[in-house]
């Protein structure tokens, strides 16, 4: 059986319910969603879809170093945005961040997030 390995940093944005930021299992690690809080204040940071977009992936990084593992390990994402018309601006803070690695992606549009974040991203990574 595979032990699962629960992950909680506190440099990232604790749990808002009853689940992990990430449980590592045989070698792949796999996030919750991370929307754009503040780590400390666990406030929404970020009026505009890039703001949220660049805290989410810091926050998203964070949890991925907690895990042992990193964004150019990463082998898929899923992006959750409020409104699709965020697309563009949203893609290009992605772009920023993940640079030439191209993991797969789903990009879903949804009715609302929580919080009323605009974006949500989550992923699944191998470790390092």
Known sequence: MVELQRI??????????PYSQ????????FTAGQ???????MELVGE??????EQV???LNEVLQASGSEM????????YLADMADFAAMNAVYERHF????PARSTVAVRTLPKNAR??????ARTG
């Open 99 to 102: 640079g030439e690695h191209r």
């Open 8 to 17: 909680d940093t506190e440099a990232a944005p604790e749990a808002i319910g």
């Open 22 to 29: 990430a449980v590592v299992a045989g070698g792949w690690v």
């Open 57 to 59: 992936l810091t926050n």
């Open 48 to 53: 505009d879809i890039g703001g949220q977009t």
């Open 35 to 41: 929307i754009a809080l503040h780590p400390q204040t």
């Open 119 to 124: 974006v949500e991203i989550d992923c699944v």
């Open 72 to 79: 150019r390990l990463v082998v898929k994402t899923t992006v």
